[in-house]
Every structure is written in structure tokens, then in C-alpha cells.
């Protein structure tokens, strides 16, 4: 008996010590194998709205919006993030917190050695185009912070401001000495890493964006001859709508939510398995929102108060915003500040496009992430000195546009949404409805829209891309 007992202790002893070595085996496992991830909840929410807010939605949504229709247009675009953009940024969510890899290792880890791969490759593409033309803007707004600070719009009639702004993107050095200190300051803080790097920086400073913004909105529709700018943005006129404004909207919807590229592939990535995808979402989708409406608030008052033309181009911010803030108690503060801010909107950005390379570079060849950020800088100003020369001195066109609108069209309205479209058949078709329902249910919610939202994913976010296309391309012709 005694020994019988014997026995037994032993063998759980032995087992107790089995299990112990595990454990220790997973812990070191999971050491080697963790990639950055995001600190908190608000840090990937914040990281991935430092993403999407930025130039498309301060700069190039009013500008599309005032050349497109104004409230017609909105209304378009409005439906395109609804049905469009929330369901693709789940599906790119899922898929990158699911592989846990960049935009390209995740294709390659969830399905081996078949073709999806290729919007990874298109993400890349799509990162040195957007970048290329989104560092000349932004290298603007670098200028536009230094002509505040030395009070440059006092006493400036509207045309003498467009002057001004003309004068700046064609001339050959300026813009191109920003753009590139835009572009190192980029590189370095990609360096400095993930949770120190971009969140730190986000969680701060878009919130502060936001109070500019509503600060300049009220200062704008106060201005006399404001209601025309707001009866524009918000009273739709259903004759202005072409094909062609459609197609712009969708690919708008793509650009400002930073979808059909990868990025919110590799943001998914660093999401923590507790945080709750389509919660997430939701947030970002309406900060972003939420921001291009009011920037749309603070500028068309202005365009009609100044006499400005609301199809008047890129330049459409630079040109209004600038008559704005002379004529506010406090504009100087409140111009240096704005630019800085649209500035650093541009910057996490930038960060999020610069990180679709870096992290493949990293992840998938022998290349670190120093040197893969250093390479993708330098090609990514290469192509970008030339989108800011074809301002100006270089007059070259292709497809009857300068290089940078090239670029701008190119990567928003084609590469962007049919990233999206192969995404949205990927988590639609090609998983299985019981792995994305696993995904979305993985932090212990019940996730009881997924239904919806697998209908959302296999029909009518595809079916609605392509309808666009067709449409735009003449092949289908609707009313
Ligand atoms: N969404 C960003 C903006 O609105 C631009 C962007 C596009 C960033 C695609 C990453 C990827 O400014």
C-alpha cells in the first residue's frame, strides 16, 4: 500500500515537472516569436485614426467635393463608406490581426502559394505612389506653417493669397526642400518603432486637431455670405451627378479611410486579440468621417464669402483658409497652429504608408527595418521630387495630367478600390464564414453582426465596386 502510494507522488511529481518545463518552453516561444504590439485599446484606435485622418481628409476630400457637385457628391461618398469602406476596413482588420503579418506575409501565411498575395504587391505600389504626391502637400503645409509664423497673410487680398500659392508649388527648390525634410522626419520616427513611435504621437494631437477645426467652422460660418458655402456642401443638387464624380467618390471613400492597400492589413496585425474589431471600426470610420465634414464646414462658408472658385483644384485649402484666419480674434495663433496640425495629420499618415514596405522589407527578406526604411525613403522621394517638379518646371503630361495628379488618380481611383474589391472577395469567398466569425468573436464578444456584415463582404461591397467601374468605364450605363 505504502509503495503503491509511493508510486503515485512520483508520477505527479514527474508530471508537475513536465508541465512546468511547457510552460517555460511556451513563454520563451511566445518571447521570440511577439511582434510589436499596441499598448492600449486607445493606441491602435488612435494609431489607425492617425492613419486615415490626414490631407485626404483636410485637403483633398474639399477639393474633390467643391470640383465633384458639393452636396451630391457628399451624399455619394457618404453611401461609399457606409456599404464600402466599414465592411472592407473589418475585413482588412481580420485578416492582418489573424496572420499577425505584414500586408504580403499575410497572404502568404493564410493561403499559401495562391495569387491574393497580389494586393500586397499593389499595397506596396499603392504606398510609393500616394506617398510620392502626399509628401508634396504636405511639404506645402510645411511652407504654410513657416508663412504664419512670419504673419505672411495680413493685409493679402483673396487673389494676392492664390498668388502666393501658386508662387510656392511651381517654383523648383522650395517645395522639394520640404517635401524632404518631410520625408526624413517620417523615416525617423518609423525608426524609433511601433508603440513608441506612432502612438505616442497620435494620442495627442488629432483630438486637438479636432478643436482647431471647430473653432475655424464657427469663425467660418459666422463670415457674411456663409450660407451659400453651407447650402453647397449640404443642399444636393442631383444634376451635378456624372459617372465620373461616382467613381471619384469611391475611390475617395478608399483613400481617406486608408483602405485596399495593406495598411489597415498591417495595423490589424499589431491589434491585441482582446480589442474588438468591429467596435474599432466604427470609431474610425466616424472619427474620420466626422472630420472631413467639418473641414468641409470651415472651407466652402469661405470660398463663397471670398469669391473664391469651389472647383478651383489642390490648391482649394491653401488659397481659403488663409483668408480666414486674418479676419479671427487670434488668427495668428490659430494659423501657426492649424498648419501644424494639418502638418502632423499628414505625418502619422505618412508613418502608416511608409510602414506597408518597412514592415514586408522586415518581415519577408533579410533586410532590417532600419535599412528597409532608409531604402523605401529614398525611393519614395525619388519618385516624389518629380510629382512636385511636374508642378512647375517639368510640363510633361500623361493621360493629359501632371505626374502628380497622375500618381494622386492612379492610386485612388484604380489601385485602391480594386485592392478593396480582391479583399472583400478574399475574407467573402475564399475564407470560410466559421474562420472570420472566429476572428471577429476572438476577444469573447458574440459579434452578432457578423451575418450582416458576411452578406455586407460577399455581395454588395463587391457587386458595388464593380458597379462603379463598369459604369465609369461606359460599359454600363444607369439612368
Ligand atoms: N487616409 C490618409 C488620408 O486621408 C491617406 C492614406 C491613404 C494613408 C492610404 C494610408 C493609406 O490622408
Known sequence: MIQYQCKKRNEALIYKNHLRQKYKERIKMDKSQRRDSFGSKLGIIAAAAGSAIGLGNIWRFPYITGTYGGASF???????????????????FIIGRKAGRNAIGAFRKLTPGEPWVVVGWMGIAGAISILSFYSVVAGWC????????????????????????????????????????????????VLSGIKEGIEKYSKILMPLLLIIIIILDIRAITLEGSVEGLRFLFQPDWMKVTPKAVFIALG???????????????????INKKDN????????????????????????????????NPSDGPGLVFVTLPNIFPQMPGGYIFGVL???????AALTSAISLVEVPVAYLSEETNIDRKKGTILTTIVISAVGVLC?????????????KSFFDLMDYLSANWLLPIGGFIISIFIGWRLSG??????????????????????????????????????????????
Open 142 to 189: 510645411m511652407d504654410y506653417i513657416y508663412k504664419a509664423i512670419t504673419n505672411s497673410f495680413v493685409g493679402q487680398t483673396p487673389d494676392q493669397i492664390g498668388t502666393m500659392f501658386n508662387e510656392l508649388i511651381t517654383n523648383p527648390i522650395r517645395p522639394v526642400f520640404w517635401q524632404l525634410l518631410f520625408m526624413i522626419l517620417t523615416a525617423l520616427i
Open 338 to 344: 492649424f498648419f501644424i496640425l494639418l502638418f502632423v
Open 74 to 92: 457628399l451624399i455619394i461618398y457618404l453611401v461609399c463608406i457606409a456599404i464600402i469602406g466599414l465592411p472592407v476596413m473589418l475585413a482588412e
Open 252 to 270: 475617395h471613400a478608399f483613400f481617406t479611410l486608408s483602405l485596399g492597400m495593406g495598411t489597415m492589413i498591417t495595423y490589424g496585425s499589431y
Open 434 to 479: 466559421k474562420e472570420v466569425r472566429k476572428e471577429i468573436q476572438e476577444e469573447g464578444t458574440k459579434g452578432s453582426y457578423t451575418s450582416v456584415f458576411l452578406f455586407v463582404i460577399r455581395f454588395l461591397a463587391p457587386v458595388a465596386i464593380a458597379l462603379v467601374f463598369l459604369n465609369s468605364l461606359g460599359i454600363l450605363q444607369f439612368g
Open 388 to 400: 512636385s517638379l511636374s508642378q512647375g518646371p517639368w510640363d510633361a503630361t500623361f493621360l493629359g
Open 277 to 308: 474589431l468591429g467596435v474599432s471600426v466604427l470609431q474610425v470610420t466616424f472619427a474620420d468621417t466626422f472630420i472631413a465634414i467639418l473641414a468641409g464646414i470651415a472651407i466652402f462658408p469661405a470660398v463663397f464669402a471670398f469669391g473664391i
